[in-house]
Structure formats: C-alpha cells, structure tokens
C-alpha cells in the first residue's frame, strides 16, 4: 500500500531534524538545498471516480484538493531548504485500460480528469516558480513521452503495444495477473517482457518505464522542462 503525500513529508521532516543534529545546520542545509525531490502523485487518487459519472464542477473541486495537497508538500520541503524538485505528469487514466487499439481511451472520464489535473500542475509550478526564490522543477509531460514511445514503438524495441505481457480476456487487459483478481483465475504470460509496452492492464513493462525515466533525465524542453533532471542535479 502507497504511503499518503503527507505522511512522506512528516518522514521527511523527521529526516531533516537528523540531518541538522548530525550534520550541523550549515552541511544539511547545503545538502537539502542540493537534493532533488521527485514527486509522482495523481493516479491513485482519481482511480476510485473513473467509473461514475460526476459534474465538472466536482472534477475541477476535486483536482483542485489533490494539487492543493501536492502544493502545500512542495512549500514544507521547501521551508525545510529543499529547492530541486522533478514532478511527474500524470498519465491519461482513460488509457489505461486499453483494447485493442494502443492510444485508446474508453474511459472518457479518465482523461477528462488527467487533462484537469496537468492543467492545473503546470499552472501552480508556474506560479510557484515566481514565489519561491531559487525553486526549480523539472516536469515531464508523461503523456507526450508515452506519444513518443507508442509511435515509435519499433525502434523502443516493443514488438507489442495492444496487447499486454500478464493477464486473460482480450488482448490480457483483465487484471488478473496472478489469478488472485475477481472470478478470473486463468491467465497468461508472455516469455518475455521486454518486447510488451504493457506488463498488464495498469503498469508498464520495465523497459518502458526505464525509457520514460530516460526522457525525464534528459529530455528536450518538449518533453521535460524547464530543466530535465539530469540539469537539476548539475545545477
């Protein structure tokens, strides 16, 4: 089980209080300055919704909770001398449970709630970017990554982008990897992950993931900005 936002920043701060003791307050503050905190958030928060029909204005009150939520942690780590931070869009949860076409989205209010929320990420990093003095980010645009990937799937190296590695139904998007899932206890699994986009219907395959993580480290302004993480840590 994920361990809530708020609860990490309380571990955080607990970490803080040992470095200061251990380090004195002029060593850790120059290594809390230095760190770059990565922040990934969103998909489990908006999992429960994307099968009931809801008004907008929820939508919009709702995702303004969760970006609160992520603003206020960002202003605790930065009370407490961090300054780097590598934020993760969040990817359309309409297309998360794909079949049949790759790039799909047959949960129309999935992505209606991944639009609200990258909206509303860009716009409260732009505006913390002018209150904070010496903040920096490095966000990546996941679902312009995943474009990227998915439409150049061959030279990424998957063979396979419809259909996932682990799973039963058609194309293994039922979510029974493991046969621990619901009523379907049958299931299949490819021999070899890494020519799949998909690992199952929710994750991703390891490479996938390692070459999203390679965009966020050094990707174009396009993909990750204003600074990609490889930048943040040099800076």
Request: hydrophobic letters at 35%.
């Amino acid at each position: 089980m994920a361990i809530d936002l708020r609860t990490q920043v309380s571990h955080f701060k607990n970490v803080e209080k040992l470095l200061r003791q251990k380090l004195g307050d002029a060593e850790a503050k120059s290594l809390l300055s230095r760190a770059v905190y990565l922040i990934v958030i969103g998909a489990n928060d908006y999992l429960p919704f994307l099968n009931c029909t809801v008004s907008q204005s929820f939508n919009e009150e709702y995702v303004g909770m969760v970006i609160g939520n992520l603003t206020d942690a960002i202003k605790e780590i930065y009370k407490k001398g961090g300054r780097k931070f590598g934020i993760l869009g969040l990817g359309n949860l309409g297309f998360m449970t794909v079949s049949g076409n790759a790039g799909s989205s047959n949960i129309p209010e999935g992505t209606v709630l991944s639009e609200l929320h990258n909206a509303a990420l860009s716009k409260v990093l732009e505006e913390l970017n002018i209150q904070l003095e010496g903040f920096r980010y490095a966000k990546q645009d996941i679902n312009r990554t995943v474009a990227e990937i998915l439409s150049n799937h061959e030279i990424f190296g998957a063979k396979e982008v419809a259909t996932a590695c682990c799973g039963s139904g058609p194309n293994r998007r039922n979510f029974n990897c493991g046969g621990k899932r619901g009523d379907w206890k049958e299931y299949e699994v490819c021999s070899d992950p890494s020519e799949y986009f998909f690992f199952d219907a929710y994750h991703l395959t390891e490479k996938t993931n390692r070459q999203i993580a390679e965009f966020l480290w050094r990707g174009t302004p396009n993909f990750t900005g204003p600074y990609n993480l490889k930048a943040l840590f040099e800076t």
